[in-house]
């Protein structure tokens, strides 16, 4: 909350991700995929990396999204990206909503 000012200087959820620097970058050879920016506020995605593993333990919903896009043939590492974004997201969502996380949400 204090690395974005309480989100107070953000308006959608695309200008959060891109704010963390989890926007994908594509680059200029059509042969590789896209990259994360990384211009973004380093803090930020160093706490959501910790939270992101710890989620693959003790959360079974985000356990199973990590699964399902490692049995599609994702490498660990984006998968783990995936979920920081995911995780992020879901902040702000439930931050602007007044709203208590409920892992039994579907």
């Given at each position: 909350?204090?690395?974005?000012?309480?989100?107070?200087?953000v308006?959608?959820?695309?200008?959060?991700?891109?704010?963390?620097?989890?926007?994908?970058?594509?680059?200029?050879?059509?042969?590789?995929?896209g990259?994360?920016?990384?211009?973004?506020?380093?803090?930020?995605?160093?706490?959501?990396?910790?939270?992101?593993?710890?989620?693959?333990?003790?959360n079974?919903?985000?356990?199973?999204?990590?699964?399902?896009?490692?049995?599609?043939?994702?490498?660990?590492?984006?998968?783990?990206?995936?979920?920081?974004?995911?995780?992020?997201?879901?902040?702000?969502?439930?931050?602007?909503?007044?709203?208590?996380?409920?892992?039994?949400?579907?």
């Open positions: 909350m204090a690395e974005t000012d309480g989100f107070a200087n308006g959608n959820r695309r200008q959060l991700v891109s704010y963390v620097g989890l926007d994908v970058v594509m680059k200029e050879s059509a042969f590789h995929g990259h994360i920016s990384k211009r973004g506020n380093a803090y930020i995605r160093a706490g959501l990396y910790m939270a992101a593993v710890s989620s693959i333990i003790h079974k919903t985000l356990k199973t999204y990590f699964n399902r896009l490692k049995d599609n043939g994702k490498p660990g590492k984006t998968g783990i990206v995936a979920l920081e974004r995911k995780l992020l997201v879901l902040i702000y969502t439930l931050y602007k909503n007044g709203q208590d996380y409920s892992p039994d949400h579907r």
